[in-house]
Every structure is written in C-alpha cells, then in structure tokens.
C-alpha cells in the first residue's frame, strides 16, 4: 500500500509544479482598440486591458501598422495634459492593468496608413515572462473612448 501512496503524492508534485509553470507564462490580453484617425495623422494611440496571474512585466509591442510603437503614460499637469515614454508597465499578480484614454497606453508613430473604423491593427505584445503575444485591436470611431464606445474625445491641450 505504502508504494502506491508514496506514487500518487509524486505524482501530485509533479502536477502541481507544471500547474504552477504554465500559470507563471499565462498572460490574458482582452478589450484591444485604437481610434480611428484622420487622413495625415502620423500618430495614433492603442489600449488594452491585461492581466497575469502571477504576475509579469510588458515591456515593448510592435506593429506593422507604423514605424514605431512605445509605451506610453499620460498625466495632468497644471491643465496640461503631458506624455511620457516609459520603459515597461508592471502588471501585479491578480490585477487588471488597463491602459485608457488619459493613463497608460501604446503610441504608434510614423503610421503607415491613417487607422480607419471598423478594421484592426496587428499588434505583438513583449512580456518579460511571458514571452510574445499577438493580438488585433479592433479599430473604434474617431473620439471614441472605449472599445464599442462612440462618445467624444478630449479637448485638452497636449505636449508631448
């Protein structure tokens, strides 16, 4: 009897560990969009929502859609709203990090066509557990504030 029970806790170590490795990698991405944007526009800004369960660490995205994607934060400044380039965004163990209008989110530059409603732009995610991540992000109307969301952007001064 002894055998067979000294078998079955193995073998629940071994299940256990491998439960534990594949939720280490395991990063949801959901709710990706960006605005449309007028003809012209070299920029246009994506959002998402992401969670890792044991926690992890973005750290760079790309996309065929422009030259150049970065991480990005927004904050208000005596009126004034400023942008920043960060060098990753953390994502807790547990937590949501949503990147939105006015936070957090992707900035394409150099786009190399206007983003127009209803299409989707590709996009790679890099996680430093993770790894790489592919998502498209639906393409929302000009202002919009949200996934499926129309109401009107914002009319706040900018630097950059």
């Known amino acids: ?3 067979k029970l000294l078998a079955l806790a193995a073998s629940l170590v071994f299940a256990i560990a491998a439960g534990a490795q594949a939720q280490t990698g ?11 944007t007028p003809g012209g526009a070299q920029t246009a800004a ?14 760079a ?15 208000m400044d005596n009126g ?9 965004i953390d994502l807790p163990p547990g937590q949501a990090v949503t990147l939105k209008p006015g936070g ?3 900035m394409l530059t150099g786009l190399a066509r206007p983003l127009k409603e209803g299409e989707s732009v590709a996009l790679t995610f890099t996680f430093e557990k993770a790894g790489v991540r592919e998502v ?11 996934p499926g969301n129309t109401q009107g952007g914002m009319d706040m001064p900018m630097k950059h």
């Open 46 to 59: 994506v959002y998402a929502t992401i969670a890792a369960p044991a926690g992890d660490r973005l750290t």
């Open 26 to 36: 395991s990063v949801e991405i959901k709710d990706a969009w960006a605005r449309a």
């Open 1 to 3: 009897m002894r055998p």
């Open 136 to 146: 498209n992000a639906p393409i929302q109307k000009i202002g919009a504030m949200g």
């Open 80 to 88: 004034v709203m400023k942008m920043r380039q960060v060098d990753g």
């Open 61 to 75: 995205v790309s996309t065929p859609a422009a030259q150049q994607a970065g991480l990005h934060t927004m904050t």
């Open 104 to 106: 957090f989110h992707i």
